[in-house]
């Protein structure tokens, strides 16, 4: 299972947005209500509104003064003052309904400003209920709440404004992103991963590349659901995109863990392995030169072996008996191949299968022989190879791609697409194909 990282984003427009809120109480009608209201304006109408020719709504000075002292106070993060001057606002009576509508827009900017989401979404709310509050201005409201929720954890409520925000019409993609995030942080897997789907899948068809904790988020959500084919897919992509070793080690270890996998095949998975992340633990090295020798490559063995040790991964000790046992094997049966190599290379030209004559080029090319080797593998495939043929042609794959043949490796990968026998053969086929596009 991929470990994301699950600590919570910052919103990338709500900080903003929440900064407007706190410096502004509602909008420029609001704004202009309560300077009049300030200047002494009182009566149906403000200055500002009757010179437009158009009756508006105002606030009273004993009200709107104490309302632009809080709004400069909450700017100046000076809460405590600004609560005192909310509450001498609060405190006068009679309120118009226009009124109330400012006085909860500052009251849910005193809320914001101490973090406190369910107070501002409930003061919104109060905020909403007439027709002052312009509908950009709610839209923008509305995500502040939604940082506020994110912030606090709350991934609840962040799902539950999310909806209020599109349906206001909201379209900001950042919150499309932290929508799927809030429903993996609500352990909604199934919800997660089709809004992760349609994140990434908005991504590529505008021709941009998904971010790799989208990628990981969605593998992390279909693993958690027991979607495996989902997973695979996801954990394909995310090495696609990002081909880093922890992203390579997460698509070997799927592969080790495929229900059925081949035995035969795990020689060739182990070198597909050494290829993309290396070996990492004497079990590693241990094991695929036991299958290699199991298999006649007892110069490939005892080359693994001999690296093992030069990088400190296996230590002689006499303790390590099996380890020992092995080491000596590799190098007595290495020895007798290196030393009829060229009459059996002669013998097997000569064989009407070519099966031996691929052996023998492998061994030339694990001897550092690399061209002569790979040729005489090729001549033996255009001689024909009556069985296993698919497995010789991964070795092959394995050669090329250690010498950076990367047109020759893929064409022969072409060539094995679509075969899915035996059990893990296609997943060795693709991974390949995914290791050789990035140089």
Not at 40 to 56: L, Q
Not at 144 to 168: D, S
Not at 269 to 296: C, H, I, K, N, P
Not at 402 to 424: F, I, W
């Amino acid at each position: 299972m991929i470990e994301a990282n699950t600590s919570p984003c910052r919103l990338l427009a709500c900080s903003a947005l929440l900064a407007m809120t706190l410096m502004q109480p509602a909008n420029a009608q609001d704004a202009q209500s309560a300077t009049a209201a300030q200047r002494g304006a009182s009566g149906p109408a403000s200055a500002s509104s009757a010179a437009a020719g158009e009756a508006g709504p105002t606030v009273r000075p004993e009200i709107g003064n104490p309302l632009l002292d809080a709004q400069r106070l909450i700017g100046e993060k000076n809460t405590k003052d600004a609560a005192d001057r909310i509450s001498a606002a609060e405190a006068v009576t009679n309120k118009t309904p226009y009124e109330l509508h400012v006085l909860a827009l500052l009251k849910g900017a005193l809320a914001s400003a101490l973090g406190d989401a369910d107070l501002a979404a409930q003061q919104y709310e109060l905020a909403s209920q007439g027709p002052w509050l312009k509908q950009a201005d709610k839209v923008a409201r509305l995500q502040a709440i939604v940082a506020l929720y994110y912030n606090a954890k709350n991934y609840g409520k962040t799902i539950e404004w999310i909806a209020k925000y599109q349906q206001a019409g909201g379209d900001n993609p950042a919150l499309r992103t932290v929508l799927a995030q809030s429903y993996y942080l609500n352990a909604d897997y199934a919800n997660a991963a089709k809004a992760f789907e349609i994140e990434i899948g908005n991504a590529t068809s505008a021709g941009k590349v998904p971010t790799e904790m989208q990628l990981k988020l969605l593998a992390d959500s279909r693993g958690r659901t027991k979607d495996p084919a989902g997973y695979t897919r996801a954990v394909e992509s995310l090495v696609s995109y990002y081909p880093s070793q922890a992203n390579w080690r997460t698509l070997m270890a799927r592969l080790w863990a495929r229900p059925g996998l081949s035995n035969r095949l795990q020689l060739d998975v182990f070198r597909l392995q050494l290829a993309s992340v290396g070996l990492s633990d004497e079990t590693d090295y241990t094991e695929m030169a036991a299958l290699a020798l199991q298999e006649g490559s007892a110069i490939e063995a005892n080359k693994l072996l001999e690296q093992g040790y030069a990088a400190g991964v296996l230590v002689a000790s006499d303790k390590a008996i099996e380890l020992k046992r092995l080491t000596d094997k590799a190098s007595k049966s290495a020895a007798e191949d290196r030393n009829t190599l060229e009459k059996d290379v002669a013998r097997a030209k000569n064989l009407p299968d070519g099966l031996a004559m691929f052996n023998y080029g492998f061994n030339l090319f694990q001897l550092g022989q690399a061209e002569r080797g790979v040729a005489q593998m090729e001549q033996a495939l255009a001689k024909g190879i009556a069985r296993n043929s698919d497995l010789l042609k991964l070795r092959l794959v394995a050669a090329y791609a250690k010498l950076d043949q990367r047109n020759k490796a893929t064409e022969l990968l072409g060539a094995l697409a679509g075969k899915t026998e035996p059990v893990g053969f296609d997943d060795c086929v693709r991974y390949w194909q995914l290791y050789l596009k990035h140089p």
